[in-house]
Each structure stands twice: as C-alpha cells, then as structure tokens.
C-alpha cells in the first residue's frame, strides 16, 4: 500500500475516531491489517514525546552542579564519565540533553 493512501485512511480513521463513529473505524482496521498495524504505530508515536532538558534541569534530575556535570563530559577531568549522557546543540550557543537519556543514566546508576 502506497504511503500517502495510508495517511488518507489514517486521516479518516481520525475523523472516526473524534466522531465517536467507531463502528466504521473497526471496519476498516479490521479489513486491511496492514493499516491496523500501521494505525497503532502512528498513536504510539504520537504519545511519545521527546523533551530535551536544558542544564538546570539536568542539574535538578540528577543533584549534580553544574561544575560536575562538564567533569563528567571531559575526558581530561579526574571525574570523567563515559556513561554519561553527551548533550546535543539545539541552537547557536544552547545545548540540551534528551531526557530519556538523563533517566537511563540515572536507572543505570542504581543498578550498578
């Protein structure tokens, strides 16, 4: 099935949905198991949500200074990390760490 008729069946799949029609939308998904499981990747997708976190909140996530955090990023530093999340450049001058990350490395930290 060609992509765009999948977002033109998923477009209409929505319309069922928030007109509270579901007879129609479980018709359809029933019939083309292709586009119900395409249906169920799309509505995960929505509900997952990247956030990046900026250095005050990763400060706040895991306790450490802000001082700490940059030891934990430089190889050179006697507190170097290599599990510690990179950060990535979301603007100019601005970085940012994906909060995924920050809680994986923190879930980590107390399974060791």
């Known amino acids: 099935m060609h992509l765009s008729a999948v977002k033109h069946k998923m477009r209409a799949c929505d319309r069922f949905l928030h007109a509270g029609a ?11 198991p292709t586009f119900r499981q395409v249906w169920r990747d ?17 400060q706040e996530r895991t306790g450490l200074s802000r001082s700490t955090i ?5 190889p050179r530093s006697p507190r170097y990390d290599c599990t510690f999340p990179k950060p ?5 001058s601005a970085i940012g760490w994906l ?14």
Request: proline share 2%.
């Open 42 to 58: 799309e509505m995960a997708d929505r509900n997952r949500v990247l956030k990046v976190l900026r250095i005050r909140q990763v």
């Open 22 to 32: 579901n007879a129609p939308h479980t018709y359809i998904c029933q019939t083309n």
């Open 70 to 74: 940059y030891d934990r990023l430089n």
């Open 88 to 92: 990535m450049k979301i603007g100019l």
């Open 99 to 112: 909060e995924s990350s920050i809680n994986e490395w923190i879930e980590s930290c107390f399974a060791a």
